[in-house]
């Protein structure tokens, strides 16, 4: 999936005045940083370079995967007049929601980087975004919106301190909270427990969760998906990359205050495994993970199946045991 025009040619246009040769230096060190496992706060961007590193790399990632994780929002025909996006960076989240649910009026964003905020006004000029230059785990309370996101956000912070901003979202939560994280085993072993909490605080789990049960995966094994982009040629020569895509894994949890939506009967936790005359899924349902095999033999649910991709809904009725 491309990026729209716009946000391309706004990307693009960061870069005009600057050597790209030093930007591609750069990402490695960021990279580096991203990567590390140690959870320190020392990860934060810290130069000009490592934010367009950023800007290049990361956003259009970051873009793909909430394209994909509001996509399963908006499967439900809700409508939001307002969004509040905590740690929003340069607002790809915010610019992303835009897209999906163009209705939405008023944008609050807060995040501390000053050189991200004017990239975030600058795209979305014409929504006149809020943008409040404040660390989100300073700020005692939220102001209530319908749409809340919390996009690559909570990684960088302690469990303490990401169990405090999730709580404070919620309760800043008029319809929906989306809260999308690297996919990474570490991010799913956190984002679990924040699921955990969010049911405490009478949450409905809406996505990717068929249930509001106690998560079934396995501790050696992580809930996560994978979403497919299409590289810029700057993305390219930034990452120095030789193909002109790139897999972004992620995982995220959309709960929501209206308990009446229905979550979907089952979900696709891995890639279907195709084999000779049947195809074999793995998901999670009500009951807990489970393995079901869809023969050819069975033509019409066949067809179906065959179009079934890692993260979708499994809808066919009767299949599941």
């Known amino acids: 999936m491309p990026l729209p025009d716009s946000l ?12 790209k040769q030093l930007v591609q230096n750069q990402r490695h060190h960021l990279t580096y940083k991203y990567r590390d496992a140690s959870g320190s706060l020392k990860r934060r961007i810290e130069n000009t370079y490592e934010r367009l590193s950023y800007l290049a790399t990361r ?36 610019i992303c929601a835009k897209y999906i649910f163009p209705e939405l009026e008023k944008l609050t964003l807060i995040d501390q980087d000053k050189a991200f905020k004017v990239f975030a006004e600058s795209f979305l000029e014409l929504a006149k975004p809020i943008y409040h230059l404040q660390d989100l785990t300073q700020v005692s309370t939220f102001p209530p919106h319908d749409l809340v996101t919390l996009s690559y956000a909570l990684n960088e912070l302690s469990d303490k301190k990401a169990s405090s901003v999730v709580h404070k979202a919620w309760l800043a939560t008029k319809s929906a909270l989306v809260i999308v994280e690297p996919g990474t085993p570490k991010a799913f072993k956190g984002l679990k427990t924040l699921r955990e909490e969010l049911i405490n605080y009478g949450a409905h789990i809406l996505a990717p969760c068929p249930h509001n049960t106690t998560c079934p995966m396995d501790e050696d094994d992580w809930c996560h998906f994978s979403v497919r982009l299409e590289r810029t040629s700057l993305h390219q020569y930034i990452k120095q990359a030789s193909l002109n895509y790139e897999d972004e894994k992620f995982c995220y949890v959309i709960a929501m205050k209206n308990k009446d939506l229905q979550p979907a009967p089952a979900r696709l936790i891995k890639k279907p495994r195709k084999r000779p005359g049947h195809i074999l899924f793995d998901l999670c349902t009500p009951n807990g993970l489970q393995q079901e095999t869809l023969s050819k033999k069975d033509k019409t649910i066949y067809k179906v199946a065959q179009k079934l991709t890692w993260g979708d809904d499994f809808p066919l009725k009767g299949t599941t045991k």
Do not use: H, I, M, N
């Open 8 to 19: 391309l040619t706004k990307l693009e246009g960061a870069f005009a005045a600057t050597d």
């Open 59 to 94: 956003v259009p990632a970051t873009y793909a995967v909430c394209e994909q994780v509001f996509g399963r929002l908006a499967e439900y025909d809700l409508e939001f007049s307002s969004l509040l996006d905590l740690g929003s960076g340069p607002g790809t989240a915010a």
